[in-house]
Nanobody
Framework: QVQLVESGGGLVQPGGSLRLSCTAS????????AGWYRQAPGKQRELVAS???????NYAGSVQGRFTISGDSAKNTVFLEMNSLKPEDTAVYFC?????????WGRGTQVIVSP
């Protein structure tokens, strides 16, 4: 059974930075597509960034140029570096590992961007 554990969320001022981490057990990120999603209150969960085999990355337009997804295969960990944070980035951020027939999710980590 794949388990994903996120960390690194918190309260940050606008313009600040945070780094989220997601460590997997029971499965490897390198065998699927790793992604970060977020869900703000009253809104649907949305894709923030994904990282597939061969190093292909994909970003939501709203975070392009500010967020960077990366991975450490030795640690089986995926990161989301978030810079120039805005209040609208406030959400619960979820780690995802996608295989062809299965999806696994972490429990999420809260990010609050506020003065």
């Amino acid at each position: 059974q794949v388990q994903l554990v996120e960390s690194g969320g918190g309260l940050v001022q606008p313009g600040g930075s945070l780094r989220l981490s997601c460590t997997a057990s029971g499965g490897r990120f390198s065998d699927g597509v790793a992604g970060w999603y977020r869900q703000a209150p009253g809104k649907q969960r949305e894709l923030v960034a994904s990282f597939g085999s061969g190093g292909l990355t994909n970003y939501a337009g709203s975070v392009q140029g500010r967020f960077t997804i990366s991975g450490d295969s030795a640690k089986n960990t995926v990161f989301l570096e978030m810079n120039s944070l805005k209040p609208e980035d406030t959400a619960v951020y979820f780690c995802n590992l996608h295989f062809i027939l299965e999806d696994y999710w972490g429990r999420g980590t809260q990010v609050i961007v506020s003065p």
